[in-house]
C-alpha cells in the first residue's frame, strides 16, 4: 500500500454530502499533518473514491482550501499543500486601535511594530498581517473574520502588542488550540514577550554615573515606577546619585505636551541647583521634552546628559544629543515567534520573557 493509500485510510468516516463537510476534513487532515507542507496531495479521482462525493463537491472544497492559502492547484499536474499553510506560518498582530483614534491612545511602540513587522515577516519567512482596533465590538468585521481564522484553525498563532483585557471573554483568548503571546506583562495566563524597564532605570542611572553627574531628573509615565517596583532612591544610592521629590515627574499619557512646561520650569535659571542628568522613559513626549529644554537654555551634554527612551528601528531624529535607550521591536518580534513557535509545537517556553534594553550604538542604529 502506498503512503497516499495510507493517508487516505485516515479520513475516517464519510463525511456528509456537501463541500463544507469535505473543506473542513481535508482541512484537518492538513492541520494534523497528514498531509505535509509542498507534498503532492492524492489524485482526485483517489479523493472521490475515499470521500464518497462528487466531484463538483470537492473541486468546490479545494478551490475554498486554496483560497484560504492550505493548498495549491496546478491544472492538470494535481493539488498539492500549499509550502506555507496558514496554520504553521500565519501570525497576526492584533492591536486593539489604530493611529486613526487621538494620538494620545496611538502610541510610538505600536507605530514602531506596525511598521517593521513586515521585515521580521520576511527575514523569519511567516506572515505577520495587522489588524487594528480589534476591542471585542461585535460589529467590527476584522474581529469577526479572526475568530472564524481562529476557530477553523486557520491561523498558527496571534500577538498582542498590548494587554487584551478587552478580549478575554472572546474566542480569540478562549479558542483552545492556539498559540498566543502579549508584548506586556499582562497578569492574565498569557505567555509574555516585553520590554524590561526594570533594566531601563538601571541602564540609564548606570549611563548617568559613568558620565559623572550626580544630580538626576526623571520624567515617566503613569505607574511605571509602581509597575516595575522601581524604588528610585535606592536607584540613586546604588549608582552613587541623588534626586529630589520635585525631581521625579510624572506625564500622564493624555498630557504629553506638559513634558515642555515641566522641564522649562526645571532647568529654568532661576533655580540655584539644577538636575545635571535627566531620564525620559517615553518617547511619544521626546520633542515636548525637548522643546522645553531649549526654551530653558540647558545645553546637552554640557549642562546635563539626558538618556532617552526609544523604540528602536526609530527614525525620528532628536534636535539634542540624547543618549537612546530602549529596545528593537524587531527583536521584540523574533522573540515572540520563537514563544508561539514553542507553543505550537507542543513545547514549554517560559510563560514571561523579559527584555532587557539596550545602548543605540550597542544595536549599530544611526
Known amino acids: 500500500m502506498s503512503d497516499t493509500d495510507n493517508q487516505l485510510t485516515t479520513l475516517g468516516e464519510k463525511p456528509s454530502p456537501g463541500?463544507?463537510?469535505?473543506?473542513?476534513?481535508?482541512?484537518?487532515?492538513?492541520?494534523?499533518?497528514?498531509?505535509a507542507p509542498g507534498c503532492r496531495m492524492p489524485t482526485r479521482r483517489k479523493l472521490l473514491d475515499a470521500l464518497g462525493v462528487s466531484s463538483v463537491t470537492l473541486q468546490r472544497a479545494l478551490h475554498r482550501l486554496e483560497q484560504e492559502g492550505f493548498v495549491r492547484l496546478v491544472d492538470r499536474v494535481g493539488s498539492f499543500v500549499a509550502a506555507k499553510p496558514p496554520h504553521l506560518f500565519r501570525y497576526p498582530i492584533v492591536f486593539n486601535c489604530s493611529p486613526d483614534l487621538p494620538q494620545t491612545t496611538w502610541n510610538r511602540f505600536w507605530e514602531t511594530i506596525r511598521t517593521f513587522s513586515p521585515e521580521v515577516a520576511e527575514q523569519s519567512g511567516m506572515e505577520m498581517p495587522v489588524y487594528l482596533n480589534i476591542d471585542g465590538h461585535e460589529d467590527n468585521e476584522d474581529f469577526h473574520k479572526l475568530v472564524r481564522d481562529v476557530q477553523l484553525q486557520r491561523l498558527a498563532g496571534l500577538v498582542f502588542p498590548s494587554n487584551p483585557w478587552l478580549l478575554l471573554e472572546t474566542p480569540l483568548i478562549t479558542e483552545p488550540g492556539i498559540a498566543r503571546v502579549a508584548m506586556s506583562k499582562s497578569g492574565n495566563g498569557l505567555h509574555a514577550v516585553y520590554p524590561d524597564f526594570g533594566s531601563f532605570f538601571e541602564r540609564a542611572a548606570e549611563?548617568?554615573?559613568?558620565?559623572?553627574r550626580r544630580r538626576v531628573a526623571?520624567?515617566?509615565?503613569e505607574q511605571m515606577l509602581a509597575g516595575w517596583h522601581v524604588d528610585v532612591e535606592k536607584l540613586m544610592d546604588r549608582h552613587g546619585l541623588t534626586t529630589r521629590p520635585e525631581w521625579l515627574q510624572i506625564i500622564g499619557r493624555n498630557c504629553r505636551e506638559s513634558a515642555q512646561s515641566v522641564l522649562h520650569l526645571l532647568m529654568s535659571s532661576t533655580y540655584t541647583e539644577r538636575p545635571d542628568g535627566l531620564i525620559l522613559a517615553d518617547d511619544n513626549w521626546i520633542a515636548h521634552a525637548t522643546a522645553g529644554l531649549l526654551a530653558a537654555g540647558a545645553r546637552v551634554p554640557e549642562d546635563l546628559d539626558v538618556v532617552a527612551h526609544c523604540n528602536f528601528?526609530?527614525?525620528?531624529?532628536?534636535?539634542?544629543?540624547f543618549k537612546r535607550l530602549g529596545w528593537d521591536v524587531r527583536h521584540l518580534l523574533s522573540a515572540c515567534l520563537e514563544v508561539l513557535t514553542a507553543q505550537r509545537e507542543g513545547r514549554k517556553p517560559p510563560v514571561e520573557k523579559p527584555m532587557a534594553a539596550v545602548f543605540d550604538h550597542e544595536l549599530s542604529i544611526k
Open 218 to 221: 526623571l520624567l515617566v509615565q
Open 313 to 321: 528601528p526609530d527614525a525620528e531624529k532628536h534636535t539634542l544629543p
Open 19 to 35: 463541500p463544507h463537510a469535505t473543506l473542513h476534513l481535508l482541512r484537518r487532515q492538513i492541520v494534523a499533518g497528514e498531509f
Open 207 to 212: 549611563y548617568l554615573a559613568q558620565r559623572g
